[in-house]
């Protein structure tokens, strides 16, 4: 697997994965799922890529399409440029990290990791070869002889790992595999597969709805809802520059205002004007996002603030968490780091001037 | 709590449970072992001269089991005849034993994977053979393989055969009738544990490049296992010692060990070779229990 050569990556290089218009339809007639609606979506050779949305906005079927363990109803699925819609699993170059890792109960942890290569046809000592590779890069060495229930969640999992991983795979594919790891393994294993991603610089499709494991591993997000793709794209603009506010309601959290354009700004239901660059034509409703991060408390009646009455402070340790109504009632949260004393000098009923932080505001269409 | 009230409650709790396991204990010893002494005794007397046995210690019926004195000139020979009659015994429940798990495995195959509400009504069916006499279900088959029966005349009118196939009282006769008998032994088991096969396991072999044929061996019949060693000790063991199937399909010349050990007690008149030839039967039974016993335990280390 190291073998494969990282440094030519040009854009004439074919995608890793391609969906092109996907649909994928369950059952028929009154009671069909419209699983994937219409999904188009391009992964990079060598990208760590997480599908990231609520339950049952159709994760797990984009990648049972990818995998091809279901067939699209329509559309067309691509893997290193060959068009592999008709191919069934065993003869598409991809693995997958199952939810529930599915080992084998009947084979001891080292013919699970060597069981790809074997099906591949590879000579007995190739395969004793990769697999004890497998097992080293997953620290299972000592456990090579042992059956998968006789371990824990965690090592089931690195065994599940290195099973897909073992026949060198163009793609892997990861359901959820740390949902069911507890919180302390569930951070360690996410360094480990981002250590095993960079050292074996194979395509990761990983799939979550933890959007702090989304936003921490990944190159690249695609965030779903309801079967659609909403929005693709680095972390960081997915995190700053949400397209709705569906993605910007999952992926952290946000203030949302409504408002109307006037004069080259938002005017807010409290009668406050908040300048933004890019708006639409005047008279139309937007809504405004901001971080909770992102405000700013001052003294009240300052200049270019806008007046809001402090309503609750949760403390949360490193940060408190202000709640504030404007003049109509609107809330705004904003969180700010607790100081020293853990106190942040202000009662509830206190009169503040809120001020957004320069560029933190966005303009969501609905 | 202290430990020695703990104990002592312990072994009250144990000698409460042989007094209350008493009655069983003394009916199996009475019901199993007793017989059991019956025949032992009985394969180590002389026969009596129209039935019953003499009591007087002989070791003739043992000897008969597998030789045989030449009548004319007394020279020692093979029991030619039980040993044709033990080898049809075993290769018919073996390749009883084999159809019935062709047949099975996809039927139960095919129950598993219905909708957990339809399960029970297709085990149902499975079953229902059961609550029917074997002796009418035995007739029911003889009326359809006989030559002017269903199958010949179906054949005949369809033009594919110009005389009736000769079907009833051969081996194949008791094969069709012990493997309609028995399939539901099969069945049973082999559902229980696909049942309990985890689906996802079909899909890890494909990702991991196995064919589906390879999917099968490697995969689902391991782990399988224990259902289809079960599935076939259930239907091995009563299919060797089968008798009314054989009797009525096989007609009187096609004997297993089951119609030949009541010939003994029968015509034969030689009770102690019949108790001999039980205890053979016995003997074969728990070989095949004791390979059971073996695999399954194998097989649980794997579950
Ligand atoms: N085999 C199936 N038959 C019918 N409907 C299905 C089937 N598989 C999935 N669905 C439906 O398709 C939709 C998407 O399911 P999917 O499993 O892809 O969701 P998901 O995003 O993986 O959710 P989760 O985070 O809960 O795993 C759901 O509404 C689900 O009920
Ligand atoms: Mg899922």
Known sequence: MGQRSDGERNVSEPAAVEARDTVKTFGAGEQAVRALDRVSLTIRRGEFFTLLGPSGCGKTTLLRLIAGFESPTAGAILIGGRDVTAEPPNRRPVNTVFQSYALFPHLTVAQNVGFGLEMLGRPMAEVRATVERMLALVKLEAMAGRRPQQLSGGQQQRVALARALAPAPQVLLLDEPLSALDLKLRKEMQGELKRLQHETGITFVFVTHDQEEALTMSDRIGVMSAGRLLQVGPPREIYNRPVNRFVADFIGESNFLPGRVERGAVRLGSGDLVSVPGLPPEGTAVTIAVRPEQVRIGAAGEPGTIAATLTDAVYFGTDTHCHLALADGAEVVARLQSPPSGEIGLAPGARVGLRFAEGAVQVLGD | ?303
């Open chain 2, 1 to 303: 709590m202290s430990l020695a009230t703990e104990s002592g409650r312990d072994r009250a709790r144990a000698r409460n449970g042989w007094l209350l396991s008493l009655p069983a204990l003394v009916l199996l010893i009475v019901g199993a072992s007793g017989p059991l002494l019956i025949v032992v005794t009985y394969s180590f007397l002389k026969p009596g001269e129209y039935s019953g046995v003499i009591w007087e210690f002989s070791g003739q019926a043992w000897f008969q089991v597998l030789f045989q004195r030449d009548i004319f000139d007394g020279t020692l020979g093979w029991a030619d005849a039980h040993l044709t009659i033990f080898w049809r015994s075993v290769r018919l429940s073996l390749l009883t034993t084999a159809i019935t798990f062709a047949a099975g495995l996809p039927t139960a195959w095919f129950i598993a994977m219905q909708p957990p509400d339809r399960r029970a009504m297709w085990l149902f069916l499975i079953t229902i053979p059961f609550w029917t006499n074997l002796l009418i279900r035995t007739f029911a088959i003889m009326e359809v393989i006989r030559n002017e029966g269903i199958l010949n005349s179906a054949l005949m009118g369809l033009g594919l055969i110009d005389r009736p196939v000769q079907i009833l009282y051969t081996d194949t006769a008791i094969l069709i009738g012990m493997a309609y008998v028995y399939l539901p032994l099969m069945v049973l088991p082999l559902y229980a544990a696909i049942d309990r096969f985890d689906l996802r396991l079909m899909e890890a072999g494909y990702d991991l490049y196995a064919s589906r044929m390879r999917v099968l061996r490697r995969i689902i019949l391991p782990i399988i296992r224990p259902g289809i060693v079960a599935g076939s000790i259930l239907v091995f063991v009563p299919s060797l010692g089968a008798y009314v199937t054989p009797r009525l399909l096989g007609g009187g010349k096609n004997m297993m060990i089951g119609n030949f050990i009541e010939l003994q007690f029968g015509q034969g008149r030689n009770w102690p070779l019949g108790s001999a030839l039980s205890m053979v039967l016995l003997a074969v039974v728990m070989i095949a229990l004791l390979v059971y016993v073996r695999v399954a335990a194998r097989g649980d280390v794997v579950r």
